[in-house]
């Protein structure tokens, strides 16, 4: 049976309902297509949780007709402008960057180049990701000054208490108080959300993460046979809980002597897990594989038989969706979003301590001997029906078309309202800066006016020069390949 799910009133729904809150639009038609803005400074060749759920999302909103581009910040060399499959157009904006691959920002020096990338692709929507992302609120804050619809997914959860929360949450506050609507991946997300930036829960949806389940399906071949193997694939750091995993690998490791690691991932804390294994001397059953590919996360998996989730606060927590895909066996901490992402029967929860997850393995490990647990191809079959992208692009495109109908504040009523919302203090000095930032983009509009700017030619979209992917390409484009990565000026 599903389990139940949170909500704010305190009452319980099925996870089969769990994340069906989305928008409904009032005055648009469903054939509406936009021209959308993907914003965030995590994107590819970057690999993780949010670089995956913008490229595939963008990739099931091309397939539906809109037209979608991604700017990002300049990865190395890789600048300029870029085409990944099915005509994706990527901006690699020339952004310094500050710290763990997020920008330094002053609202002003990143105007002038996503004002480009707005006029010139006809931008209508907005839609910004990841609250740790700096170049995605100066997007939003550019967006709202030149009056383009604005959407904001959080992919995260914070605490209220300690000095560097307390600053977020201004921030999140300040950025959020006049954008359009807000995207969550989880129930528990939208809460957090709400309560940090104090805002209305009607313009706040719940449309969770997804995987492909092409990309994650089960090979019990690969598995060993005659031991166990555990799975660990995650960055390794604090709040991933490698502390806890640190404590749990030669606690079983001592009981279980057939019972093998195979640990995915890199990160400041893998000096943690280095020590464990040349303490206990577990270097032939503990495997350190550094860091993994997006290609290369299902290889790892089908090679063992339990997923061992140790994270201190998750969202949503995509990996593991694709260890179920995959067929194996889910252990898991009880915190933030995760209680809602599996029915109780593919997941067992624990708490965040090395005797609660010990305890929850031994019961797996258990289980796994006496052959208890449902098959990898049926454990699969359950999965691909809770998450698909297609279903993602779809309550996402209703967003869309709400925030299409509704106004945008001008300059006097955001002005107002980051002084009602954000306080004296912080609304007056965000006011100001809002003031400058109308100024200098008359400034960028009397130096270089929007009618003399080219238009870039659509790679997506209802007027896509490419082939359109409602059709096949013509043989003759089919037999050359998609068109070849490409990288020139903005301008």
């Known amino acids: 049976m599903a389990p139940r799910r949170r909500k704010a009133d305190g009452t319980g ?32 060749p970057n690999m993780g949780g949010v670089e995956s759920h913008i490229y595939q999302l963008s990739q099931c909103l091309m397939e539906k007709g809109h037209k979608v581009v991604i700017a990002t910040h300049a990865y190395g060399r890789r600048k300029g402008v870029r085409y990944l499959t099915g005509g994706l157009k990527v901006y690699y904006l020339p952004l310094q960057v500050m710290y763990n691959q997020s920008t330094a920002t002053s609202c002003f020096h990143s105007l ?100 492909d389940p092409t990309d994650f399906t089960p090979d019990p071949a690969r598995a060993p046979r005659g031991r166990i193997t555990v799975v660990v694939i995650s960055r390794l750091v604090y709040r991933k809980g490698i502390d806890l995993l640190g404590g749990i690998i030669p606690e079983l490791c001592l009981r279980h002597p057939d019972l093998d690691f195979l640990i995915g991932g890199e990160g400041p804390k893998r000096i943690v897990l280095e020590e464990v294994r040349e303490k206990y001397q577990l270097h032939d059953r503990v ?79 258990g289980r796994l ?24 692009a779809e309550r996402t495109e209703k967003v869309y078309d709400r925030v299409c109908v509704e106004e945008v504040l001008p300059l006097a009523g955001r002005l107002l309202r980051l002084r009602d919302h954000c306080g004296g203090v912080a609304g007056s000095i965000f006011a100001f800066v809002a003031v400058l930032n109308f100024l200098f983009l008359l400034l960028l509009r009397w130096l270089v006016p929007d009618q003399g700017m080219d238009r870039a030619l659509d790679a997506s979209g209802p007027r896509a020069l490419w082939w359109p992917p409602q059709r096949d390409p013509p043989a003759e484009e089919a037999a050359e390949g998609p068109p070849p990565q490409t990288e020139g000026p903005l301008v």
């Open 13 to 44: 729904e099925r996870a089969s309902e769990a994340h069906t809150t989305v928008p409904t639009p009032t005055a648009s038609t469903p054939t509406q297509k936009h021209s959308i803005c993907m914003v965030s400074d995590f994107f590819y």
């Open 112 to 211: 002038p180049l996503l004002r480009c990338v707005f006029v010139r692709e006809a931008v209508t929507v907005v839609h910004a990701h990841s609250s740790f992302s700096a170049m995605a609120h100066d997007a939003l804050f550019h967006a709202k000054t030149m009056g383009l619809n604005t959407v904001f997914t959080d992919h995260s959860l914070f605490g209220f208490a300690d000095m560097s929360s307390v600053l977020t949450n201004k921030l999140l506050t300040v950025s959020l108080c006049d954008t359009t609507h807000i995207v969550c991946v989880s129930y528990t997300s939208k809460e957090n959300t709400v309560l940090r930036a104090a805002l209305d829960p009607r313009i706040v949806s719940v449309i969770p993460n997804a995987v």
């Open 287 to 365: 495997r350190l594989l550094g860091a993994l590919e997006h290609r290369e996360v299902r290889d790892v998996l089908v090679q063992g038989h339990i997923f061992l989730n140790t994270s201190l606060t998750e969202a949503f927590c995509m990996a593991i969706v694709e260890g179920a895909s995959c067929g194996l066996q889910v252990v898991s901490t009880r915190v933030g979003g995760i209680p809602e992402v599996l029915p109780d029967d593919l997941i067992l929860l624990c708490d965040p301590t090395v005797r609660s997850l010990s305890d929850g393995l031994e019961a797996v490990i």
């Open 369 to 392: 001997r006496r052959g208890a647990v449902a098959s990898p191809a049926a454990v699969h079959a359950r999965v691909r029906s809770l998450y698909t992208w297609r279903d993602v």
